[in-house]
């Protein structure tokens, strides 16, 4: 598929939106999501399956010569959008994206595992910390005899994952979690419909993917955070869409609360933040799709921006709410956990605001 030109959404991308929205709003209401998370049971395997293996979505930036749908992270986009909306707990980001373009960067000796993701009949995780911003360090398990030694914290959907893409002083290899060897240790998640966990490799049985990791992983951590940028803006968004219906729904001295000047101000400014989120956004789905030489500028330029508009307007969402955006029944407490957890993913703010002046050469804020 040739990508377009533009930022605007194409009818097609329109139509994978639709479809997508189509089937959260069947099977991922935010009572379904509370309820899976209560049970400490967050991952939805039943929508993962129809996302993947009915819609075809985990193999979008896999070429259809590799067994995927030779889309562009523009149609991913469109994807993480609407799954950011839903607070989706399903790993979209971390197989679909992260571990997938990390296997597209190690040519034919992933090829199988490729088939595999893109198909969604297995989930792959990459093994280092979900807070690695592109470019920085991480850590590396220890390689020989065919087997991997080591730790890592605070890897996200690790709990899901069927394999495991592992950096370590041998190349990137790939581990199944279900040959031995292979610990996951749950952490206390901020987001329970994305948790975290401690990977421990011992003597697990590790199959070499590529000489090298570092090359895979930039790619991959690259894409992943110009992609996490999209879930942001679908989450601000539906923040946004649902205070504005709750201030206009509910009165106070006999006026809808949404009509007070100093509430319209404050939904004024999300409003806009919003609007340029999204422009920084699709800029950088772009820049991914199309290959331009920019592409680092632009996930810098969507990440610096993207964390502090999501938290911004859950916080909005959850004050203006009211005390009923203080309880647990009330959604909005899924979409300021998943913003605040985003704004440490794959680089904070900060972060990518120092990456952003090197980029174009002014100093540091």
Known sequence: MTPPSHLLHTEEEEAVRAAVRALLADRCDPATVLARTDADAPYDRELWKALTEGMGLAGLLVPEDRGGQGATHREAAVVLEELGRAVAPVPYLTSAVIATEALLACGGAAADLLAALASGRAVGVLAVPFATAPGAAYPLARHADGVLRGEVTGVADAGAADVLLVPSDGGLCAVDTDRGGVTVTPLTS??????????????????????????????????????????????????????????????????????????????????????????????AADALATGSDEPDLATALAQAYASPVAVRAAEEALQLHGGIGMTWEHPVHLALKRAKADSLALGTAGRHKEALAGLVALPAP
């Open 190 to 283: 901020l987001d329970r419909t994305r948790p975290l966990a401690t990977v421990t490799f011992d003597a697990a049985p590790a199959r070499p993917l590529a000489p090298d990791a570092a090359a895979p992983v930039a790619l991959a951590l690259r894409a992943g955070a110009g992609l996490l940028a999209s879930e942001q803006l679908g989450l601000a968004e539906w923040c946004l869409a649902e205070t504005v219906r709750h201030t206009k729904e509910r009165h106070q001295f006999n006026r809808p609360v949404g009509s007070f000047q100093a509430l319209k101000h404050r939904l004024a400014q999300v409003w806009l933040d919003v609007v340029h989120l999204r422009a920084a956004a699709r800029n």
